[in-house]
């Protein structure tokens, strides 16, 4: 059975009407590659994830967004050097016009990486009967790996190597089979890197941006400096409300704001940064149609997508397996590990991007989460126009993914796993994230005084978002006028001196005021279990 999808998908004969075409599964990778072309050996080939998508007939194409890019990306034109080099693949041709160094002065003659053999992926098994993969300088030459040092530490394309494109754009197909035909992928050197030159893209000094209340820190750091104004939308524990949003635009003055009407929504629907909270199918229907009722864009941020947790059953019912699928309504037996790729993919809370027949979508994915964050590498989503346009921002500014990073990466996610092992990985994790999320969370109903510490069990992600009922607290009931940050910045410092450290749930704030209720985010990501364990208590 196939994944299901946010949109209806039929599958089509050859004399039917198109409407949209069947998405790809794992098993069908293959049989598309071998109908393919073979893949480019050259330093700095060019790639395009048309190069590996498949048919998209009957699908719509993207709506342009030229209105809302701004006047740099569009003065932005291609880079000379980096169009000449994809000539370099031209059989015969001795190049004089680049500035490649040889391969012949890099001081790598050989690179070697242990990696987890499949199903066996903890570190005390790759320990013990890991992998070791490696390459030589070159491995393509001598018809040994389609990706070598010779490739892969010179100079790139500003989209990834084509070999590593070519993985992800059929990873992006197979997970969330966007519903428009114009949809290309590109690489980045990490979503912290993609949304700043989103924003480079999309805003103006002075422009507003909504977000959730309570949002990733380093992205409003981003946005501060460059002019660019949050917007906080309020939150329950799905996270953002589409009501509110729509409440916010309806009513927007532009003579009292000082600014047009927002146009970019930055978002974190799935184990969102800090609040854990994740956005149900349902939910993400009713905030994709306030983007199309206001003619919305919006960055998808979506580090922790494949983190989805298993249901937490707590401390004292560890067998209770059968809760109510979100999409369904069925009664599924979920807490033991995904039977097979179909389930674990169905599991999932279908993207944005699944439903984005707009093409309204820049999705942001990176390895940093599933794979490793000093690997530095990532992908976006969007249409071909947007695309485009970020191509252009990287050519000058990080000109392309770390080379290094990209052949590590081909090396296990290729040559060793493939797809089906990758989401055997991906599993794993999962369930790996269960396990550290349930231990939290038995510690803090163990721990804390329920009449003063409150949360919601976490979905997905690394983050346990706590409320404390700060009032209660005994410098406000000596002194009713201290405020909320005063008393905050003496609950955290205690918890620092006691040897644990929080984040401060003000540090999140869009609307730097403060707020009316105080939050502490924990995650259970890094320490060890009895570490956790000690912290809480």
Request: some cysteine; hydrophobic content about 35%; aromatic content about 10%.
């Amino acid at each position: 059975m196939a994944p299901p999808s946010a949109l209806d998908v039929t599958a089509l004969t050859d004399t039917q009407a198109a409407t949209f075409v069947e998405r790809l599964n794992i098993n069908g990778v293959e049989a598309r590659r071998n109908k393919a072309p073979p893949l480019s050996t050259a330093v700095a080939t060019y790639a395009s994830s048309e190069m590996f998508k498949g048919p998209q007939w009957g699908k719509p194409k993207a709506k342009r967004w030229d209105h809302i890019l701004s006047h740099e990306t569009k003065e932005r034109n291609a880079s000379s050097l980096k169009a000449a080099s994809q000539l370099l693949k031209t059989p015969g041709l001795i190049s004089l016009g680049g500035g490649l160094p040889s391969s012949t002065v890099f001081p790598f003659e050989e690179i070697q990486v242990k990696v987890p053999r499949l199903h066996r992926f903890s570190e005390s098994d790759t320990r013990k009967s890991g992998i070791l993969v490696g390459s030589g300088k070159h491995d393509a030459a001598e018809g040994k790996s389609l990706y070598d040092i010779h490739i892969a530490f010179n100079y790139g394309q500003a989209t990834g190597s084509v070999q590593l494109l070519r993985f992800v754009t059929e990873h992006t197909e197979i997970v969330h089979h966007p519903p428009y035909q114009d949809w290309e992928c590109t690489m980045t050197v990490g979503s912290t890197s993609a949304f700043e030159m989103a924003l480079r893209m999309l805003t103006t000094r002075g422009d507003y941006i909504m977000t959730e209340e309570y949002s990733f820190c380093s992205a409003l750091e981003t946005a501060a400096p460059m002019g660019v104004r949050p917007i906080g939308i309020k939150m329950d524990e799905e996270g953002l409300l589409p009501t509110h949003m729509n409440q916010i635009l309806s009513d927007w003055s532009e003579s009292e704001r000082g600014a047009p009407k927002p146009h970019l929504l930055y978002t974190v629907p799935t184990g969102q940064n800090p609040t854990g909270a994740t956005q149900s199918l349902q939910r993400r229907r009713d905030l994709y149609a306030c983007a199309q009722k206001h003619d919305i864009y919006i960055i998808e941020d979506e580090p922790y997508y494949f983190l989805q947790m298993q249901p937490y059953t707590g401390p004292n019912n560890p067998d209770s397996r059968y809760v109510s699928n979100p999409i369904t309504g069925a009664r599924d037996r979920r807490t033991a590990p995904p039977a097979s790729h179909d389930e674990f993919i169905y599991a999932l809370v279908p993207s944005l991007l699944n439903m984005d027949t707009d093409g309204r979508v820049m999705r942001l994915d990176s390895f940093s989460k599933v794979i490793a964050p000093g690997m530095r590498v990532g992908w976006i989503t969007a249409s071909a126009q947007i695309v485009l346009r970020y191509i252009r921002h990287s050519e000058t500014s990080t000109q392309n993914p770390s080379g290094v990073s990209q052949l590590v990466l081909y090396k296990l996610l290729e040559d060793t796993w493939g797809h089906s092992g990758y989401f055997d990985w991906l599993i794993w994790m999962r369930m790996e994230y269960t396990r550290k999320r349930d231990n939290l969370l038995n510690a803090c109903e163990m721990y804390l005084p329920g009449e003063i510490a409150s949360w919601k069990m976490t979905e997905a992600g690394m983050f346990h978002w706590v409320k404390v009922e700060w009032r209660m607290h005994p410098l406000v009931r000596k002194d009713e006028d201290v405020g909320i940050l005063e008393v905050e910045e003496k609950i955290w410092r205690a918890g620092v001196d006691r040897g644990v450290l929080t984040a401060k749930g003000s540090w999140f704030r869009a609307e730097q005021d403060g707020g009316e209720e105080m939050f502490f985010r924990t995650t259970f990501a890094a320490a060890g279990e009895e570490d956790v364990r000690e912290a809480i208590k």
